[in-house]
């Protein structure tokens, strides 16, 4: 297949795209119900452009237009929360956050009906029910698709420290797995939701892309889902690791990040200061850690090789770019990573919630702690 690298040649730089995925809950138990039908329906042609499918009935998409900077894209954000917390009181359904359901059982999951996901559902079966999971992508458009090759291999190298952060998922199927990211562990059942490797070129990153599709692995680009990849549809980076946050202030503070490590890593290539040759032992080491253990574990910086605790290679992950989000007027967000470092994320509210009060407490918390406004 050919695809056109122009893609990537955008006018504007480092503009980002929002994708949220959204629980659909019964408003009483905070149960998932199957709504994604009724939702796409009742909603008008206009907020129909920015919901989507998910691959179950109990899940809904939310895209943001192309924004220029991390203010518009949170804006948008919430307004999209916003406009399906009122179709919700309408359809009898609240929105709910969190990297996994807590109790929802994948043989009771309903699969959407569309050509793509009914690919997806007959390649992977019985699995396909398990993913009963909700990630937050990032897009971040970059100036050509050689530095997007480059960018990707050098940005890997944080996907440990920005996992940690994110984390807030530690219950499926009624069960506290013990992971701070359980939604990294039912997705990683896929295929193709690994870290990549480090790619040469531009071109050589296509050949793997035109083989899978040669093979039949994949129809299109898009059933490639790794961590990080570039986005063929869109000319961007798109960020694939982090649970989805209930916070709007969290979910600023990951796209303003993404958005300067993005930034800083382009001028580190422009600068011919780029180390794009990382482990992936070291790396999956790293993912395994964020997804299981707190900010005190202990790990390798796949860049450097030096051993340093999750809350250092946090701290070293801001230092690498505040630079950065000073050129973008977001250096406000290093308090959120601070707090975050501090008073843990949403994952240790969650066990909060469920330790204090239970499960079915912990249900209705996840949808009626939902932030529609910073």
Known sequence: ??????????????????????????????????????????????????????????????????????????????????????????????I??????????????????????????????????????????????????????????????????????????????????????????????????NIPEKFNSYEHFLSIVNSFVETKTIEKPRQIWWKIRPHLDYGTIEFRMIDVQRSLKKTHMFIALLQALTHKTIEDSLADNLNENLSLEILNDGLWKASRFNFDCLLIDSSDNENLSMHTFVNKMMNYCEESLAYFNNQDIIDDVNDILINGSECDDQIQIYENNGMNSLKKYLMNNVSYKL
């Open 96 to 193: 709910g956050i969190s990297g996994t359901h807590p109790t929802a059982s994948p043989l009771d999951q309903k699969f959407v009906n569309t050509e793509g996901y009914n690919w997806v559902a007959d390649q992977l079966n019985y699995y396909a029910k398990n993913n009963i999971t909700f990630a937050l992508h990032i897009h971040v458009a970059v100036p050509n698709s050689e530095l997007s090759i480059k960018a990707v291999n050098a940005l890997r190298r944080w996907i440990p420290p920005l996992l940690a952060l994110s984390t807030n998922s530690p219950f499926f199927n009624g069960i506290q797995t013990g992971m701070r990211s359980s939604r990294t562990f039912q997705f990683g059942s896929f295929p193709r939701t």
């Open 1 to 94: 297949m050919n695809y056109n690298k122009n893609i990537f040649n955008h006018k504007n730089q480092y503009t980002i795209g929002v994708e949220e995925e959204y629980m659909i809950c019964d408003p009483s138990s905070g149960n998932l119900i199957n709504k994604a039908d009724e939702i796409l329906d009742y909603a008008n042609n206009s907020l129909k452009k920015r919901l989507s499918y998910e691959l179950i009935c109990s899940e809904i998409e939310s895209n943001t237009s192309i924004c220029s900077n991390s203010n518009e894209a949170i804006e948008q954000v919430s307004y999209l929360r916003s406009k399906l917390k009122e179709i919700g009181q309408k359809l009898d359904f609240k």
